[in-house]
């Protein structure tokens, strides 16, 4: 299986369809959203897959957000997603939230922890788990955004 994994997009279209693109081109499985969506019409562009989302910070509106979501018939997990995928347990936020952040990377639950917030592109693992920010798709330079094949763990940060 392989994950799209982005974060950041701040509602900025132009960037995230440069992203859904790449996301094409490399035929995704399945999407994770790590928050900061920032607008309905970001969600409508991960239509093409199943995909995930979180809240982040500047996602004020998160009733409109969620309706979106669901809408497309797409999973929002609120600010703190669970997921397991191809026999691997994942953990989805935003990461703004610091001690749930750090919370959820020493578990030691999860094979997997993404998050954004930082727009910045950062991998490492901490035991068995690996930590993944896959950077922004907006106010980044470069704006980059991240695949994981799984069950393997082989994980590529994509500039765009």
Not at 9 to 37: E, F, K, P, W
Request: charged share 20%; net charge negative.
């Amino acid at each position: 299986m392989l994950l799209g994994i982005v974060s950041d997009t701040h509602g900025h279209v132009a960037n995230t369809q440069r992203a859904i693109r790449m996301l094409s081109s490399l035929d995704v499985d399945q999407v994770l959203h790590c928050g900061d969506i920032g607008s309905e019409a970001i969600v409508k562009l991960f239509s093409a897959w199943p995909s995930h989302f979180v809240f982040g910070n500047v996602d004020d509106d998160q009733a409109t957000l969620f309706a979106a979501i669901d809408a497309c018939g797409q999973q929002c997990h609120g600010r703190f997603g669970r997921l397991q995928l191809a026999g691997r347990r994942i953990a989805l936020l935003h990461g703004d939230e610091t001690s749930r952040l750090r919370e959820a990377i020493a578990s030691g639950e999860f094979d997997l922890v993404c998050y954004g917030h930082t727009h910045q592109p950062e991998q490492h693992r901490e035991g068995d788990t690996l930590v993944l920010n896959p950077g922004a798709l907006y106010r980044a330079q470069p704006h980059t955004m991240a695949i994981v094949r799984l069950p393997e763990m082989e994980l590529t940060h994509i500039p765009l």
